[in-house]
């Protein structure tokens, strides 16, 4: 358990905790992508979905319509928002064990402290070269799925509007 203990410790030192953790958000953040990009894109285009599955827009005010499209954003950005704290959080302990073994540079040789010096240097600029890498798709995506939500609300308005007119015209001829 101690060894256990020691080796959670050393990982987290080094920054290499870090990495499966944005692994781990990143997955969670893609699947809630694909999830709305499925959404978007097929159930509630104007074309597409069926049944249960379709979105009915005349059941809901415009300011509603426009809040279910872009259900889960939030989510979505704050996921997007945290992987690069995360991989900055990884660079900070790297940089923590790099100056931990500076600092014994008195006890030991000096190849055997730029080797240490160098390791953590390294593991701190992957993770946040890891974290930036796993956080641009996301906002790309993010950024996708907001124009298709702004694109599917702006024809829906329209269609209920111009619905409105011609039924205002309707009424109105003699």
Known sequence: MNDLLDGLASWWHSGVLFMPLMLGVSLVLYTLIFERGYSLYVRMAPHGGHGRDRLDPSALSESQFRLELSRGFTIIRALTMSLPLLGLLGTVSGMVRTFSTLALAN???????????????????????YGI??????????????????????????????????????????
């Open 107 to 129: 006890a030991a040789s000096s190849a055997s402290v730029s080797q240490g010096a160098g390791a953590g240097i390294s593991i701190a600029l992957s993770a946040t070269q």
């Open 133 to 174: 890498v796993l956080a641009v798709p996301g906002m790309v995506a993010l950024w996708f799925l907001r124009s298709r939500v702004e694109r599917i609300a702006d024809a829906q308005a329209l269609h209920f509007h111009l619905s409105a007119d011609q039924a205002l015209a309707t009424a109105e001829e003699p």
